[in-house]
């Protein structure tokens, strides 16, 4: 039998529910990575198939994870645990939850470094606002940053501690504290840029680089990358949904409905962000194609320096990503501390938050060192950083939505799924049930094989 309530607090409402999801999704892997992916993998061919990952793999797995955790309202390990058991099967399904935390900390560790880069950029502006120098040449500002361990170390434990502080209170108190003001101030900030986009008379153009495909641009390794990013950006395959489900009340919420309203805002952020910085970017002649993971922190700041009010500018983008970062690190961290908690009866705050997040935060300085100091270091033709984000994004996250898929598709039985998807009309619950028992998974399966290959 599933309980009715999560000994980690419960989601005040269903709103709250879908502004802490939407808050997890939303981060990072919208506003810095999709528009460089998109930029590197040519324009509207990679938005399309990434858009279709969405549809076909990602929303099924979202429904999926948000079902079993508000069934079985425990930390990924334990609700894994509860379920394979009483479907009578084998352990290794609880492998998902330790796919999952393992997944978590080690993206948490580099995220953390790059959240660190918005934070410095805010900085940087804030400090222009109130008469500092301005940056003049992004290319350098952006490698003299990159360069220096101490201050890559000092944004990273900054970020770190801004992340393990909303954690540390918990549910009611954290995360939806810190959700409630800050997702509607994203939104708007984010719809500021785009508006400013729209008068540089250059957003026909942008759009038309987003959305028109070139097909000629489209082959195996396009589908890895939108694959890849359709996981990362709905925060997928490391039970994070999963944790939030199990704070998410029974009654009234419907897991089609809030699973459908978390993909399209996650989406429409993501297209909005590419709207916001490509027409920056083709109005000062840039090419938008092979922009790099420095495409924000190189091209934009040119825009900002030209403008009259560029600080502000400055500072409110590189303010949003930080705090879009932020809403998204706390999901990372929360699975594994809730995992702590139920363990070993440890205190939230005290013990569990504090010491995930210094694990990670450890971890990360192989990151930062690895831009640097052990930038020379290569493991399997990458850097440490390069590497840690392979195996969590490229191997770990597909694996383990792989398996939620299969998990949810072919153990759980008709009538539990049944049971929490009953508002779902049947013929779209025989379609989801199928893309979760095929489709999904060959897809996942095919880009898992690239990634190892
Ligand atoms: N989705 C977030 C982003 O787009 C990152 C993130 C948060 C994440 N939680 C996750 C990615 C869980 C994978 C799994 O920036």
């Keep these: 039998m599933s309980t009715t309530t999560s000994i980690?607090?419960?989601?005040?409402?269903?709103?709250?529910?879908?502004?802490?999801?939407?808050?997890?999704?939303?981060?990072?892997?919208?506003?810095?990575?999709?528009?460089?992916?998109?930029?590197?993998?040519?324009?509207?061919?990679?938005?399309?198939?990434?858009?279709?990952?969405?549809?076909?793999?990602?929303?099924?797995?979202?429904?999926?994870?948000?079902?079993?955790?508000?069934?079985?309202?425990?930390?990924?390990?334990?609700?894994?645990?509860?379920?394979?058991?009483?479907?009578?099967?084998?352990?290794a399904w609880v492998g998902i939850g330790w796919i999952g935390i393992v997944a978590g900390?080690?993206?948490?560790?580099?995220?953390?470094?790059?959240?660190?880069?918005?934070?410095?950029?805010?900085?940087?502006?804030?400090?222009?606002?109130?008469?500092?120098?301005?940056?003049?040449?992004?290319?350098?500002?952006?490698?003299?940053l990159l360069a220096d361990p101490l201050e890559l170390t000092f944004w990273h434990a900054l970020f770190m501690l801004l992340t393990v502080a909303v954690v540390?209170?918990?549910?009611?108190?954290?995360?939806?504290?810190?959700?409630?003001?800050?997702?509607?101030?994203?939104?708007?900030?984010?719809?500021?840029?785009?508006?400013?986009?729209?008068?540089?008379?250059?957003?026909?153009?942008?759009?038309?680089?987003?959305?028109?495909?070139?097909?000629?641009?489209?082959?195996?390794?396009?589908?890895?990358?939108?694959?890849?990013?359709?996981?990362?950006?709905?925060?997928?395959g490391m039970c994070t949904m999963m944790t939030y489900g199990a704070y998410l009340p029974r009654e009234g919420v419907s897991i089609p409905r809030v699973g459908i309203a978390v993909a399209l805002t996650d989406t429409a952020v993501a297209l909005l962000a590419g709207m916001a910085i490509f027409p920056i970017v083709l109005s000062?002649?840039?090419?938008?194609?092979?922009?790099?993971?420095?495409?924000?922190?190189?091209?934009?700041?040119?825009a900002f320096a030209a403008m009259s009010i560029g600080a502000l500018y400055g500072l409110l983008f590189f303010g949003l990503l930080s705090v879009a970062a932020w809403t998204s690190s706390i999901s990372l961290l929360e699975p594994a501390t809730a995992f702590l908690v139920e363990k070993f009866g440890v205190k939230r705050r005290k013990v569990a938050a504090l010491s995930m997040a210094g694990l990670c935060w450890l971890l990360g300085l192989l990151s930062v060192l690895s831009l640097n100091v052990w930038s020379h270091v290569r493991i399997f033709g990458r850097d440490i950083m390069g590497f840690i984000e392979l195996v969590a994004n490229d191997i770990m996250l597909p694996l383990g939505g792989l398996m939620i898929a299969l998990f949810t598709g072919w153990v759980l039985n008709r009538t539990l799924l049944r049971e929490q998807l009953s508002d779902m009309p049947e013929a779209l619950f025989t379609t989801w049930r199928w893309l979760l028992r095929v489709v999904a998974p060959l897809l996942v399966l095919v880009v898992l094989v690239r990634a190892l290959a």
């Design 105 to 144: 900390i080690l993206i948490l560790s580099f995220y953390s470094v790059v959240a660190g880069w918005t934070l410095h950029y805010a900085w940087r502006y804030l400090k222009q606002l109130f008469g500092g120098a301005g940056i003049t040449d992004p290319g350098a500002t952006f490698s003299a």
């Design 168 to 236: 540390a209170m918990g549910v009611e108190k954290g995360l939806e504290r810190a959700v409630r003001f800050l997702m509607p101030a994203l939104f708007l900030l984010l719809l500021a840029l785009v508006g400013y986009g729209l008068s540089t008379g250059y957003m026909g153009q942008a759009i038309s680089f987003l959305f028109r495909p070139d097909w000629s641009e489209i082959d195996g390794n396009v589908f890895l990358r939108a694959m890849g990013q359709a996981f990362f950006s709905l925060s997928l």
């Design 8 to 91: 980690h607090g419960m989601w005040s409402s269903r709103l709250m529910f879908i502004l802490a999801a939407t808050g997890s999704a939303v981060g990072l892997g919208n506003i810095w990575r999709f528009p460089y992916m998109t930029s590197d993998n040519g324009g509207g061919a990679f938005v399309l198939v990434y858009l279709a990952c969405i549809a076909l793999v990602g929303l099924p797995i979202l429904m999926a994870e948000v079902l079993i955790g508000r069934h079985g309202r425990m930390s990924p390990i334990n609700t894994l645990r509860n379920l394979a058991r009483d479907s009578g099967t084998g352990r």
């Design 284 to 302: 000062f002649g840039l090419d938008p194609a092979g922009g790099g993971p420095g495409l924000i922190f190189t091209s934009l700041p040119l």
